[in-house]
C-alpha cells in the first residue's frame, strides 16, 4: 500500500529535475560564427566572475534566425549584421529594448601566406586576375552577412557581375575562410578578425570603408532570455564596456 505514494514522490522529482537543470544552466546564446573565438574567451570570463557558464552555439547568422523562429530555446541573440536582426524584431521575437550593436568589423582580401602579395583594393582593382583563375571564397550572399558585405563591395568595385560565377559560397565566414587555408582557393572575402585568428593565410588589402554598409554586431534577448535574469547580466556585461578590452584583443572594433 506504501507503493502509490512512493511512486508519487518519485514522479514529482523526475518531473521537476528537468525544471531544476534548466534553472542552473547559464544562458543561452546564438551567435554568429565569426564572434566564435572572442564570445569562447568572454564566456570564460564570465565564469571567473561567478557566473554559470553560457551555453553558446555559432552558426551563420542566418541559420540562427531561422532556428530562433522555428522555436529554438536561445536566450541572446548576436547577429553580424543588422537585417537578420531586423528580421526577429519584425516577428516579436526579440526584446526591443535591449537591443544594442556595441561592435564592428573590416572586410578583407585574404590568400594563403606563401602567396601574399600585399594589394590595394580600388575599382580598377581586377580580382579575377588575383585568383588566377580560381574562385573567391566568401560566405553565401544570399544568407550570409560576411556574404552580403563582400557583394557590396564588389559592385562598388564594378566586378560583381564578372565574380559572382567565380565565388566558393560557404555556409558561414568561417567555413568560407577554411577553404583558403586548405588551398582550395586562392583568394577569400572575410572579417579582418577572422583573418587575424587563421594559421596560413595572410591579409592583401582591407577594403575601403565606403565600398559596403557598416559591418555592426547587434546583440538582442530573444522573449525567452529577457524573462531571465541571467540572461539579462549576461547581455549587459557583453554589450558593455567590462567586455570592451577583450573584444578590442580579438581585433572588433567598437561601437562610437
Known sequence: MRRRP???????????????AQAQ???????????????RALGQEWVVRGHLAPRLSFAASSALARQIEQGAPADLFLSADEAWMDVL????????ATRRSPIGNALVLVAPADRARPVTLARGTDLLALAAGG??????????PAGRYAQAAL??????????PRL?????????LLLVERGEA?????YATDAAAARGVAVLGTFPPESHPPITYP???????????????????????????????FGFKLAG
Not at 227 to 240: C, E, I, V
Open 135 to 144: 574562385r573567391i571564397a566568401t560566405g553565401d550572399p544570399a544568407h550570409v
Open 186 to 190: 586562392p583568394l577569400g572575402i572575410v
Open 168 to 176: 566558393a559560397r560557404a555556409d558561414n565566414v568561417r567555413a568560407a
Open 6 to 20: 512512493i511512486l508519487a514522490a518519485l514522479a514529482a522529482l523526475a518531473a521537476a529535475a528537468p525544471a531544476q
Open 89 to 96: 524584431q519584425a516577428r516579436n521575437l526579440i526584446e526591443a
Open 155 to 164: 559592385e562598388w568595385m564594378g566586378q560583381w557581375q564578372a565574380v559572382a
Open 25 to 39: 544552466a547559464g544562458a543561452t546564446v546564438f551567435a554568429a560564427a565569426s564572434l566564435a573565438d572572442a564570445l
Open 219 to 249: 546583440f538582442a534577448l530573444t522573449r525567452r532570455g529577457a524573462q531571465g535574469p541571467q540572461a539579462r547580466a549576461l547581455h549587459d556585461f557583453l554589450s558593455g564596456p567590462e567586455a570592451a578590452a577583450t573584444w578590442q584583443r
